[in-house]
Structures are given as C-alpha cells and as structure tokens.
C-alpha cells in the first residue's frame, strides 16, 4: 500500500517535479491533495486542509528570490517562518505524528572561506540576506517542533539546482531562453551575464528530488543534511557547455544590471553524509541537464 505525502509548494519548480515523479507507476508515495486552496500566511485556511492524515511532509513552499528578500524582509520572514509554523500547528492540531522535511537551502551557510570547501554541515551557518535568515529560523523552529513533539524532523540544504521548467531569473535558465532566442532568429547573438567566472555546486533537480525522497525513507530524525553534486563548476563552462549543445555561436556581455558582484567566488558542498546515511548518489550527468533545459527553452520560446 502506498504511504500519503503531502507537499507544499507544489505549483514551483520543485513541485512541479515531485508530481511528475509520483505519478510513475513505480513510486511507493501517493500524493495527498489539500482540500481546499490554502495560504500558508493565513492559519485559518489550513485548517481541514488534510481529508487523512499524511504519513509525511515535504515543505518546499516559500519565498525563494534573494533580490525581493531584501526588498521586503518581512513579508520573506512572514511567508517562510511564521508560514511554516502556521502549517506544524495545522498539522499538530490534526494529530500528524509522521516525517517532516524542511527543505532548506544551502545559502544558510553564508560566506565560506575558500579552505574550508567543500562545506560540510559542521560549517557553522552565517546568513548574509534575509532569505537565508528566514531558512534557517524555519530550520531551528522545525527541529525544535521535532523534539517537542516527538516528530521525526529532518532538514535537507539545497544548493543550486538546475532543470527544466526553471524561472529565467537564474542563470543557466537565462542563458537557455537567450540562446534559444538568437537560434530562432529573435535576438542578436549577444548572450547578457552577469558575474560568471564563479563557480556554483549544481545538481539536477531530479537528483534533488532522489535525495528528499531517500531521506524521507532513510534520514535520521533531527539531522541536517546537503544535498549537492560534491563538485564545482563555473557558471562560464556551462553557459559555453550550452552554446555547443545548441550549436550557436554567441558572444558573452556583461549587463551591468545582472553585476551582483558575488562575495563567495566558490562553492562546493560536500554530500558524503546523505551518501552515507541513505545510499543516495547524483544519478544526472550535467549534460543530461543542459540538453533537458535547452529542450525546454526551445518549447517556451516558441510560445512566447
């Protein structure tokens, strides 16, 4: 029989994976559906939301863009902190007692000494905006849940990931829709970046969907764990990776309005403790990802 999971944040990226992937014949997860539109901003309209008790929970629901964290840090606090303890009070108040996964992010940790790469979860976390201090409040508020109530809680730290159907407000994303656009003839073969000679610790977002699954079947309750590829690419290389998988030639610019000169020049995650508590491995090569998101910005711009 299968086990229920409801998950918030369905309609985002992530989300919209997760269906795809309970929707396999072989996934041991039903998906249990809200029963009505809810907010999590608004404790009153979680309330009945579950017609049966989930046997677990994935939390992917928030504010997730940097730039507007900043803009309002309130309303990033209001949605990912107090919208996540509106919805462990829901489901207290209905008598869950399964798993909960927090899905936080890899930002938490902040700035990184060079010398200390790859990060382990031992790296003490140093929130540099607001959207990574309203993670990893969520992060002690949820463990803290775990504790008092007898809850299995985990939290699992997402770095960069990468697939189809992601907003063009990330970078490998834009790039895909920009060259696609000068393929179709709708843009001179000017691709506009931002700072790219940094590098990033990039997985698909199909192994990052792998791994939450295999932490809700075998993660140990109250641990944090990164969920990353254990390696560290250039967002240069794969923008130039792109090109050549598309076959066009394009020239990089940089837009000063993409020029966020970023602070943390590198980053690399260590995954060796989901590897060895779970058995999870990076099962997507990065050329999978790019010719899946090409695919996909080819579909989106004809459309446009």
């Known amino acids: 029989m299968k086990k229920r999971l409801f998950v918030t944040g369905l309609s985002g990226f992530v989300g919209q994976h997760i269906q795809s992937r309970l929707a396999q014949p072989d996934s041991t997860w039903e998906l249990l559906p809200a029963t009505a539109p809810y907010d999590l901003t608004s404790a009153a309209s979680l309330v009945d939301l579950w017609p049966q008790l989930p046997d677990a929970v994935i939390h992917l629901a928030g504010q997730t863009f940097v730039p507007e964290a900043f803009r309002d840090p309130a309303r990033t606090l209001e949605?990912?902190?107090?919208?996540?303890?509106?919805?462990?009070?829901?489901?207290?108040?209905?008598?869950?007692?399964?798993?909960?996964?927090?899905?936080?992010?890899?930002?938490?940790?902040?700035?990184?000494?060079?010398?200390?790469?790859?990060?382990?979860?031992?790296?003490?976390?140093?929130?540099?905006?607001?959207?990574a201090v309203s993670k990893l409040s969520a992060e002690f508020l949820s463990l803290q849940w775990g504790l008092s109530e007898g809850w299995p809680v985990l939290v699992a730290r997402p770095f960069n990931h990468i697939g189809a159907g992601q907003k063009d407000s990330f970078v490998i994303a834009s790039a895909a829709r920009q060259i696609n656009r000068i393929k179709q003839g709708l843009q001179a073969a000017r691709l506009e970046v931002g700072d790219i000679d940094v590098t990033r610790d990039f997985l698909d977002v199909g192994d990052v969907i792998a791994a939450y699954f295999?932490?809700?079947?075998?993660?140990?309750?109250?641990?944090?764990?990164?969920?990353?590829?254990?390696?560290?690419?250039?967002?240069r290389s794969l923008i130039e990776q792109l090109g050549d998988l598309a076959q066009v030639e394009v020239q990089l610019v940089q837009d000063p309005a993409r020029m966020r000169r970023a602070d943390q020049r590198r980053v690399c995650g260590s995954h060796a403790k989901l590897v060895q508590t779970t058995g999870w491995a990076p099962a997507i090569t990065t050329q999978q990802s790019l010719r899946a998101i090409l695919s996909d910005w080819e579909q989106r711009v004809k459309q446009q």
């Open 79 to 131: 949605i990912n902190l107090l919208g996540t303890l509106n919805l462990l009070q829901a489901l207290k108040a209905r008598g869950f007692r399964g798993t909960f996964l927090y899905v936080s992010s890899g930002d938490v940790y902040g700035q990184v000494d060079e010398r200390a790469l790859p990060i382990t979860e031992l790296q003490p976390p140093c929130p540099r905006n607001p959207y």
């Open 214 to 235: 295999a932490l809700l079947e075998k993660g140990t309750p109250g641990q944090v764990y990164n969920i990353c590829s254990g390696r560290e690419q250039s967002i």
